[in-house]
C-alpha cells in the first residue's frame, strides 16, 4: 500500500501546484513543471535567451534556483545559450570601480543571477558595472570581449573597460543574434535593453551634433507601448507572470518610435 502510495505521488509532484484547502500548504514546482511551462511560453531548443528575473515570483521552487536553471537548460537543449545580467550597481561608479573582480563580486541584480554566475561552467564578461553571465553552447566567447573599445559610446564607459553595449558587448551580441528576452516576473523597469535604445539613439544624434546630450527614455512608457502592439508571448511560469519576446524586433521597434515621436517617452 505504501508503494502504491508513494508512486501516486511522484506522478502528482509534477504538476500539482494547488494549495490543499485548509492547510495551507502548496506543492513545490519541479523541473519537469518549469520546463514544461517555459515551452508552452515559447521557449525553443537552440534558444538564446538574455534573462531578467525575480526569483520569488516563481513560487516555491523544488531545491532552489538550481531547479529553474536545469528547467531553462532543457527547454533550450545543448545547443541553447543562457545569458542573465550579473551587474555591479553600487552606488557609485567609483564603488563598482573599486569593488570589481570578474569571479567574485556579486551580482546585485537577483538571487537568481547570483546563483547562476557561481555556477561551474558558466562565464562572466569583465565589465566593472555592466557584466554578463552566460551558460551553454559557445558561452566562454560569446562573453570574451568586453573589453573592446569598438562601437557606441555609452556614459557608462570607462576605462580600462570596453564598450558597455560596444560591438561585442554580450548584450549588443544578444542583439545582433535575434536573441530572445525573457522576463521572468519583472516589469519594463528592469529592461536594460532600453539603455540600448537610448545608446543607439544617442550615438546617431552625435553624427549630426558632437554637442548632443544622453537622453534617457521612460522604460514604463517604451514597455506599454511594446506591449500593446502585441509582438511577444505571455504567460505564467510557476506562479510567475511572464514574457518572451525576440530582442532585435524590441529594440528596433522602440528605436523607430524614439525618432519618429520622442516627447512621450521621454524619462
Sequence with gaps: MLGKL?????????????????????????????????????????????????????????????????ALEEAIGQNGLILMPT????PSREERVASWNVPTTPSTVGWLTEFFRQMPGTYRSDHYSHAVAARGKEAEAFVADHLSQEGYQSPWDHHPWGKTYGTHSPMFRAYKTDAKLLMIGVDYETSTYIHVVEVIHWNKRLTNDPQAT????????????????????????????????????????????????????LG
Design 214 to 265: 544622453f537622453i534617457g527614455l521612460s522604460r514604463p512608457k517604451l514597455g506599454a507601448f511594446w506591449d500593446a502592439l502585441g509582438q511577444l508571448k505571455q504567460s505564467q511560469v510557476g506562479d510567475s507572470d511572464c514574457r518572451l519576446f525576440h530582442i532585435k524586433t524590441y529594440v528596433d521597434t522602440l528605436l523607430a518610435e524614439v525618432e519618429h515621436n520622442p516627447e512621450p517617452y
Design 87 to 90: 551587474f555591479n550597481l553600487r
Design 6 to 70: 508513494s508512486n501516486c505521488w511522484k506522478n502528482i509532484m509534477p504538476f500539482s501546484t494547488k494549495r490543499f484547502a485548509g492547510t495551507g500548504f502548496k506543492m513545490h514546482y519541479t523541473r519537469e513543471k518549469l520546463t514544461q511551462d517555459f515551452t508552452d511560453l515559447g521557449i525553443n531548443k537552440g534558444d538564446t535567451l538574455f534573462i531578467h528575473s525575480s526569483f520569488k515570483s516563481l513560487g516555491p521552487v523544488a531545491d532552489g534556483a538550481g531547479t529553474v536553471i536545469a
